[in-house]
């Protein structure tokens, strides 16, 4: 059975840090791009980070670079999210994705299987 399981997350202050992470099993433990999205109550989901299986490549959305680090672990099928100096409108549900479309990394669409979801708030 395909699973991509969620833990980390919770609340913090601006410019408080945060981890997320994710076990993939199944075949989405074979999956190229493993990465995360969020969605904010109103909005769309929206790309934040996505790392490639080998080489690791790693793109990250301009609203985030510099700020989140994703780490993936091909030996362990994980994908882990460092999240530093978190903003207020970082606040959202974040999931983790895995896909096999590289040339469309950042879009949802293309992602197959998706985790439980992951409240991360910040407040101001």
């Known amino acids: 059975q395909v699973q991509l399981v969620q833990t980390g997350g919770g609340s913090v202050q601006t410019g408080g840090s945060l981890r997320l992470s994710c076990q993939a099993s199944?075949?989405?433990?074979?999956?190229?791009?493993l990465g995360w999205f969020r969605q904010s109550p109103g909005k769309k989901r929206e790309f934040v980070a996505t790392?490639?299986?080998?080489?690791?490549?790693?793109h990250y959305s301009e609203s985030v670079k510099g700020r989140f680090t994703l780490s993936r672990d091909n030996s362990k099928d994980t994908v882990d999210l460092k999240m530093d100096n978190l903003k207020p409108e970082d606040t959202a549900i974040y999931y983790c994705?895995?896909?096999?479309?590289?040339?469309?990394?950042?879009?949802?669409?293309?992602?197959?299987?998706w985790g439980q979801g992951t409240q991360v708030t910040v407040s101001s």
């Open positions: 994705a895995a896909g096999w479309s590289p040339e469309h990394y950042s879009d949802q669409k293309f992602y197959t299987y």
């Open positions: 199944g075949g989405a433990s074979s999956a190229y791009l």
């Open positions: 790392a490639t299986q080998a080489p690791v490549n790693i």
